[in-house]
């Protein structure tokens, strides 16, 4: 016997798959979508395809949950304004260096930071500016060290 199925029920199970690829897409980062920036170096060739935080929301999530982070791929957080910010691993499974950068995007520390999975009431620890700061570039650890970059080094950002 010869049996077609019905064209609305393909139509039905195509969108399903579709509704449901979008859906699992938009999980992996909380459903928040990252504009995706270019930073260089002046004093290294190298670049990093960074996800852009500049809301609150995409600041407090930053890499948490995350399993892994491209060689050269990154977090840039937009803090808004310059002072004293400072930045904690929370749910933080990838080993990271973090990047502080004054308003002027000019390097002004580079602090190695652990992964942290610590529940309350035993918390994270901080990492802290030596100077106020309106930019931060989240990286692999030992990225400053392989490609270079240093305090005093120009960021741009495109």
Not at 35 to 46: A, G, I, L
Not at 86 to 109: H, Q, R, S, Y
Not at 119 to 146: A, G, H, M, W
Request: aromatic share 14%; proline share 6%.
């Amino acid at each position: 016997m010869n049996r077609r199925i019905p064209f609305f029920l393909i139509l039905f199970i195509f969108v399903s798959l579709i509704f449901a690829l979008v859906f699992l897409s938009g999980c992996i980062n909380n459903g928040l979508n990252y504009e995706k920036v270019k930073v260089s170096f002046n004093s290294s060739s190298v670049s990093v395809l960074a996800e852009k935080a500049d809301t609150d929301v995409k600041i407090q999530q930053g890499l948490m949950w995350r399993e892994s982070l491209g060689e050269k791929e990154g977090m840039f957080f937009d803090m808004g304004s310059r002072a004293y910010h400072f930045l904690w691993m929370a749910n933080t499974k990838i080993p990271l260096e973090g990047i502080f950068i004054d308003e002027n995007f000019v390097i002004t520390d580079i602090s190695e930071m652990a992964p942290c999975d610590k529940k309350p009431p035993d918390p994270c620890p901080t990492y802290n500016p030596r100077f106020p700061i309106r930019y931060f570039l989240e990286v692999n650890q030992n990225f400053s060290k392989k490609y270079g970059i240093n305090e005093g080094d120009l960021v741009i950002v495109k």
